[in-house]
């Protein structure tokens, strides 16, 4: 895709349905600490990334903690969105959650109804499955590669393309 948010991108998509489908981009760090933009929060070393331009000033995030967190929405077993972000800042301040338990992005990826469909029978996407674990990490810039090259075929072959080929 050729587009400035998604050139190279791998997007979760948390939720996708009739009415529309929403997800976060887990290949686009920022180099913003969360400490830097909430101001409760005494911890660092919480990364955000960039998760879409949907609503890209406001925060979310994804993490593994369950129903420890009241309000969170089961994504997939073992992974949820959201939840009461006072429980979440208060985990944080008492050093009980780890980086890898939780995940922040500012904005979202989204689509109308019947967009993505759009977007997939015109090949602009290609669809390959994540274990929790990657979605989790906010280290692995290589991710867009891993995951076709673990795919096969024509898509390990174009995960070796050059960004730009004309530079090649």
């Not at 913003?32 to 979310?60: A, C, Q, T």
């Not at 994804?62 to 985990?91: C, M, N, R, W």
Request: proline share 2%; hydrophobic share 35%.
């Amino acid at each position: 895709m050729e587009d400035e948010y998604f050139r190279r991108s791998v997007v979760y998509l948390c939720e996708h349905n009739e009415e529309g489908s929403f997800g976060f981009v887990l290949n686009n760090d920022l180099e913003l600490d969360l400490s830097e933009v909430v101001e409760d929060i005494n911890i660092e070393g919480f990364k955000l990334g960039f998760g879409g331009p949907v609503n890209s000033n406001n925060l979310y995030y994804l993490h593994t903690l369950g129903k420890e967190i009241e309000e969170s929405y089961e994504v997939v077993p073992g992974l949820y969105s959201g939840g009461k972000f006072d429980q979440i800042t208060a985990l944080i301040n008492e050093n009980t959650v780890r980086q890898s338990d939780i995940r922040f992005f500012l904005g979202y990826s989204g689509w109308d109804a019947g967009q993505l469909k759009g977007e997939m029978e015109k090949n602009a996407w290609i669809v390959a499955n994540a274990e929790i674990s990657e979605v989790m990490s906010t280290s692995d810039k290589s991710l867009w590669k891993k995951l076709l090259k673990r795919m096969g075929g024509k898509f390990k072959m174009i995960s070796n393309f050059p960004e730009d080929p004309t530079l090649n």
